[in-house]
């Protein structure tokens, strides 16, 4: 069975972080580290004190600068809508931080698929503009104690190259790219709800971003990966649109 990854959720701690105020011993912050990895909110409006709020989990792909100097971040399309808020996932006592501001997918596809139908391609990728007083981009990707040192954001996948990718949900795992064509492929790594948009990296450079596991419904084993490869959506990202020209963030 394929399924996308995005994780739906009521957002307990982004409301509560909200609702309550912050004891006046502490300082709020004003900035936070944002790299590969880390884990997002995306919600449709800023929540009101006191009230839950839906929101998609999903994972941030790379982050860096585009041509005309804007912080921007990219994920699944699948995770959003344009316009939809971004925060960073308990910690939203910052407030939002960045917008989605392009999104490339197919809503009209099913959300789940099957052994007959394992692959529908599928260009499926969110520009994010990050507020920069807010935002302090990394050069690490990040998943729950692991780190790897950005050195790129380019290329594709190729079948049997050592991939690993670093996701919100299951963190850091590695496996072997099984298929490449078009503008995706797949893995041998274990994925799970809210890793959409985690990197799929090679020695330091991103070379895709999680959008689909595949699940054989009579296993227990962990679902493989599929995902979109991250040169096709920078050649996607049109001329004078935010992420145009986009380099990731090396240090």
């Known amino acids: 069975m394929a399924r996308r990854l995005a994780a739906a959720a009521s957002v307990l701690s982004l409301v509560g972080a909200l609702a309550l105020p912050v004891p006046s ?4 912050p004003s900035q936070i580290m944002l790299g590969p990895g880390s884990a997002l ?20 792909t790379a982050i860096g600068h585009d041509n005309t100097g804007r912080l921007v971040g990219i994920t699944a399309g699948h995770c959003s809508v344009t316009g939809k808020i971004v925060y960073p ?38 520009v994010i503009e990050f507020d920069p007083d807010k ?12 780190e790897a040192d950005v050195t790129d954001a380019s290329g594709r996948p190729q079948v049997g190259d050592k991939v690993c990718k670093a996701g919100r949900t299951t963190g850091l795992s590695c496996g072997t790219v099984t298929s490449a ?3 995706e492929h797949a893995a041998s790594l274990c994925a799970d709800e809210g890793d959409s ?23 227990n084993d962990c ?29």
Do not use: Y
């Not at 011993?25 to 709020?28: G, H, T, V």
């Not at 990202?237 to 986009?246: W, Y």
């Open 41 to 60: 909110a995306l919600v449709a409006t800023p929540p009101a004190p006191g009230r839950q709020v839906n929101a998609e989990l999903c994972t941030l």
């Open 135 to 146: 935002v302090v981009p990394s050069a690490k990707i990040r998943a729950k104690g692991h």
């Open 197 to 219: 948009g985690a990197p799929v990296f090679k020695d330091g450079r991103i070379v895709g971003l999680v959008t689909v596991v595949m699940k054989d419904p009579q296993s």
């Open 223 to 251: 679902a493989t990966e599929r995902g979109t490869n991250i040169d096709a959506v920078l050649a996607a990202i049109g001329s004078g649109e935010p992420g145009a020209g986009f380099q990731a963030f090396t240090g």
């Open 25 to 28: 011993s502490f300082a709020e």
């Open 89 to 126: 996932e308990n910690v939203s006592e910052l407030g939002p931080v960045g917008r989605i501001v392009k999104v490339e997918h197919d809503m009209s596809l099913p959300m789940t698929g099957d052994t007959a139908h394992p692959w529908v391609e599928d260009l499926d990728f969110a």
């Open 181 to 183: 064509q078009g503008a």
